[in-house]
């Protein structure tokens, strides 16, 4: 039997190009070695989510005034809770599977040719072929037994101290979550600002807050050697000595392209990622790649957008992707939340004038709204609590080529944190009704 398309991995760009393709009719398969769901649903988004929602709990309760915390968390219990949900996420994924007849081969796929591949001792034949082999950790060696993503989300202490290798996203949000949840965490960065390639304007509240938290940053600063004696030792180049419980290290992903076949194919790369065109198609015929592997931003929800466009294109209806209003969220605090481009206007709303945000004890961040020299808008920055539930907003606004006054004039609830987008947007074209300026 030939299927009309075999996935390969089933994280959030593969299992969602398999569902797509079964949804319009098609025989489809995909294979996954490990989970269904991928780094994302098990190891990533979802738990990591899971535990900045508990720490956030906990820390706003413990510096609300006059509330007393007694708490005695066991994370071995919150640990089996945090499995059941995502075994509930992944067994829906499967579920679904079944639904649409997307036929789920657990073990390790190795691509043969580009119509053939071969899973455990059978050989599959294939028209298309998608790889989703989604990204690993990149690794310094000689560092020993430290702590990747999927060791520290598994814990089941708190450290009492922590030092985080690498202040991206990463570094960033989980530094958050364990010092709230008691720990000393110092985060060691090589470049001169943690979340490089983030505007300032949006990082510089959250190193605020970081600053609060009792996180120690070290910026500029590179690591030498990590070694362990019991506890880690971490040495910097310029001699300082680091001591923790446990380190994390967490300086970016790669894309995983070993040992599956791929150089069968001899596809074209780009760098290390492999060459795709606006439809998601490689350099061989009939083969598309997915999500990590095929490119940055390493992101699950630019992996959904691939996964429907490669669907799509495999099942002869041409479609292009087009990521102008690519919404990028770190789960920091407050969370960091941007989309499109910054334009050549800006307008500006503060948080500490927005009443939710007041009633929720958070007085810092900003709304920034990005327009065009006409007035369209083009991309926003917003350093707010659950700016992650607002980019959307602003992305439709890119895409449906809308002004401030759109935004401005459109009714939002009250009192929600969005209003301060809305009085952001307002500022555009008058003024804020609750700050003066604002232009
Ligand atoms: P990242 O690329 O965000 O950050 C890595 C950081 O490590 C950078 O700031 C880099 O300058 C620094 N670094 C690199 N080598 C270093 C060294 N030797 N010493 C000190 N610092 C060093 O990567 P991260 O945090 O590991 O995340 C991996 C991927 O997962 C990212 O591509 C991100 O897109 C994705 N992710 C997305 C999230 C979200 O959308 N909210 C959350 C978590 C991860």
Redesign the pocket.
Do not use: H
């Given at each position: 039997m030939r299927y009309d398309a075999i996935v390969i991995g089933a994280g959030p760009g593969g299992y969602a190009t398999a569902i797509r393709i079964a949804q319009k009719g098609k025989k489809v398969l995909v294979a996954e070695k490990d989970r269904v769901g991928g780094e994302c649903l098990n190891y990533?988004?979802i738990p990591?989510k899971a535990l900045i929602e508990l720490a956030n709990s906990i820390a706003y309760l413990r510096d609300m005034p006059g509330m007393k915390l007694d708490l005695s968390p066991d994370f071995e219990e919150w640990q089996k809770w945090k499995w059941s949900m995502v075994n509930k996420l992944t067994g829906g994924v499967e579920t679904l599977f079944k639904a649409y007849g997307v036929e789920l081969r657990k073990g390790s796929a190795t691509i043969l040719d580009r119509n053939t591949v071969r899973i455990g001792e059978n050989e599959l034949e294939c028209e298309n072929l998608v790889i989703a082999t989604g990204s690993v950790?990149?690794t310094?060696a000689g560092f020993g037994d430290v702590w990747y993503n999927r060791d520290i989300l598994d814990f089941k202490k708190v450290p009492e101290s922590l030092v985080i290798?690498?202040?991206?996203?990463?570094?960033i949000?989980l530094g958050t979550a364990f010092s709230k949840l008691g720990s000393k965490v110092t985060v060691?960065?090589?470049?001169d600002s943690?979340?490089?390639g983030v505007d300032r304007d949006l990082v510089s509240p959250v190193e605020r807050k970081l600053k609060s938290l009792g996180v120690e940053v070290k910026t500029s600063?590179?690591?030498k050697e990590v070694t362990r004696q019991g506890t880690f030792t971490v040495k910097l180049e310029d001699g300082t000595e680091l001591n923790a419980e446990n380190v994390l290290l967490?300086?970016?992903?790669r894309p995983n392209t070993e040992g599956f076949g791929l150089e069968n194919l001899k596809l074209e790369m780009n760098g290390r990622f492999i060459k795709t065109d606006s439809r998601k198609a490689t350099s061989v015929q009939g083969v598309y790649a997915v999500g990590d592997v095929s490119g940055e931003?390493?992101?699950a929800h630019k992996a959904y957008y691939d996964a429907d466009v490669a669907a799509d294109n495999i099942c002869g209806e041409e479609r292009h992707v087009e990521y102008k209003a690519m919404p990028?969220?770190?789960?920091s605090d407050p969370e960091i939340s941007y989309t499109g481009t910054k334009g050549e206007k800006v307008s500006v709303f503060p948080v500490a004038a927005n009443g939710r945000s007041l009633g929720m004890n958070n007085s810092v961040g900003t709304y920034r709204v990005y327009y065009d020299s006409s007035g369209y808008i083009t991309g926003a920055g917003l350093v707010a609590p659950h700016s992650s539930e607002m980019i959307s907003e602003v992305s439709l606004a890119v895409e449906a080529g809308l002004m401030g006054m759109d935004l401005g004039l459109t009714i939002h609830p009250h009192p929600t944190i969005s209003e301060g987008l809305r009085e952001a947007a307002e500022a555009s074209y008058g003024k804020a009704l609750h700050f003066k300026s604002g232009r």
């Open positions: 990533g988004c990591s950790p990149a310094i290798i690498g202040g991206g996203y990463i570094g949000e060691v960065e090589m470049m943690i979340l490089p600063a590179r690591v967490t300086v970016g992903r931003p390493m992101l990028f969220v770190i789960y």
